[in-house]
């Protein structure tokens, strides 16, 4: 299958408008399950202004919140895809742009020395691509993520030593995630990675945070440890918002990496209450959307 650009360009432009305006149906669920089980008076109420918000944002096509974030396209390449990479990726950079310029979009991407905007929603090495391939045949996936800087700026790193033992990891999740408290607009998905590099742990943090909730990691250590640390995390009282009460995260993603003997890297990175995200899905049959 031949991979049309101009449909990509225009893919690429309507994920980035779909996933800042529409919540993941597994989203708008994880709140109905935090809201029932709330049992802060003021956390219950900050839910319900939660839920309100996604309601009315879908009702009236607004965005779901201002922050149009850092534009992040994750593709993944199946079989029998004939594709120009380079192309691929431009059509990207111009489907962003113009979903930011003619929609139009609060472009939040500046550079990072002179602080300049090109209202683009792009800028040296933005939008992100990410580039992955699968054995499934003639289909190639665009996952787009708007990652929010509240959010963004919960991320973490610590280089841990063997010595540190599994406790040293739940530590320092539990510290981080305590450090964040309510600037990362929780309820959040705490995505951890462990293992790996430094750059791979991070990576990897950030594909748990964006996994739809309700799935499970694929490391049977790795799953025990979620659901160890969900617990752990909605016991601390940070509650919706950091005001208080039981609903601090969705859930505690983690996903892991075979690592060096002598290190064991452990990374966070939070996805806010917006966890927005958009899918299109290409086949010879054409495009289809979803999350």
Same mark, same amino acid.
């Given at each position: 299958?031949?991979?049309?650009?101009?449909?990509?360009?225009?893919?690429?432009?309507?994920?980035?408008?779909?996933?800042?305006?529409?919540?993941?149906?597994?989203?708008?669920?994880?709140?109905?399950?935090?809201?029932?089980?709330?049992? !802060?008076?003021?956390?219950?109420?900050?839910?319900?202004?939660?839920?309100?918000?996604?309601?009315?944002?879908?009702?009236?096509?607004?965005?779901?919140?201002?922050?149009?974030?850092?534009?992040?396209?994750?593709?993944?390449?199946?079989?029998?895809?004939?594709?120009?990479?380079?192309?691929?990726? !431009?059509?990207?950079?111009?489907?962003?742009?113009?979903?930011?310029?003619?929609?139009?979009?609060?472009?939040?991407?500046?550079?990072?020395?002179?602080?300049?905007?090109?209202?683009?929603?792009?800028?040296?090495?933005?939008?992100?691509?990410?580039?992955?391939?699968?054995?499934? !045949?003639?289909?190639?996936?665009?996952?787009?993520?708007?990652?929010?800087?509240?959010?963004?700026?919960?991320?973490?790193?610590?280089?841990?030593?063997?010595?540190?033992?599994?406790?040293?990891?739940?530590?320092?999740?539990?510290?981080?995630?305590?450090?964040?408290?309510?600037?990362?607009?929780?309820?959040?998905?705490?995505?951890?990675?462990?293992?790996?590099?430094?750059?791979?742990?991070?990576?990897?943090?950030?594909?748990?945070?964006?996994?739809?909730? #309700?799935?499970?990691?694929?490391?049977?250590?790795?799953?025990?440890?979620?659901?160890?640390?969900?617990?752990?995390?909605?016991?601390?009282?940070? #509650?919706?918002?950091?005001?208080?009460?039981?609903?601090?995260?969705?859930?505690?993603?983690?996903?892991?990496?075979?690592?060096?003997?002598?290190?064991?890297?452990?990374?966070?990175?939070?996805?806010?209450?917006?966890?927005?995200?958009?899918?299109?899905?290409?086949?010879?049959?054409?495009?289809?959307?979803?999350?």
């Amino acid at each position: 299958m031949k991979l049309d650009l101009d449909t990509v360009e225009e893919v690429a432009k309507q994920l980035y408008i779909r996933a800042l305006k529409v919540l993941p149906d597994d989203i708008k669920e994880g709140f109905k399950v935090l809201d029932a089980k709330e049992t !802060d008076p003021t956390g219950k109420s900050i839910l319900g202004t939660m839920m309100q918000n996604i309601q009315v944002a879908e009702e009236t096509n607004n965005l779901l919140c201002q922050d149009t974030g850092i534009p992040i396209y994750n593709v993944t390449i199946g079989r029998g895809i004939e594709v120009d990479g380079n192309a691929m990726k !431009d059509a990207i950079r111009r489907g962003c742009k113009r979903a930011t310029q003619e929609h139009p979009l609060r472009s939040s991407v500046v550079h990072p020395i002179t602080r300049e905007n090109e209202h683009t929603s792009g800028g040296r090495r933005v939008p992100v691509i990410g580039i992955d391939f699968s054995d499934r !045949d003639e289909e190639l996936l665009i996952d787009m993520v708007p990652k929010g800087s509240g959010s963004e700026n919960g991320s973490f790193l610590k280089m841990c030593i063997p010595a540190d033992g599994i406790n040293g990891v739940k530590a320092f999740v539990i510290d981080m995630v305590l450090e964040a408290g309510g600037k990362v607009c929780p309820p959040t998905i705490v995505g951890v990675g462990i293992g790996g590099t430094s750059d791979l742990c991070m990576k990897i943090a950030k594909v748990a945070s964006t996994r739809p909730l #309700g799935s499970v990691c694929d490391d049977p250590d790795g799953a025990a440890l979620e659901r160890e640390l969900s617990e752990a995390v909605n016991s601390l009282g940070i #509650g919706a918002q950091g005001l208080g009460g039981d609903s601090t995260a969705f859930a505690v993603h983690v996903e892991t990496a075979a690592t060096h003997i002598t290190m064991n890297p452990v990374a966070i990175n939070i996805m806010c209450n917006s966890a927005r995200r958009a899918r299109a899905t290409f086949t010879p049959s054409g495009v289809e959307f979803g999350f």
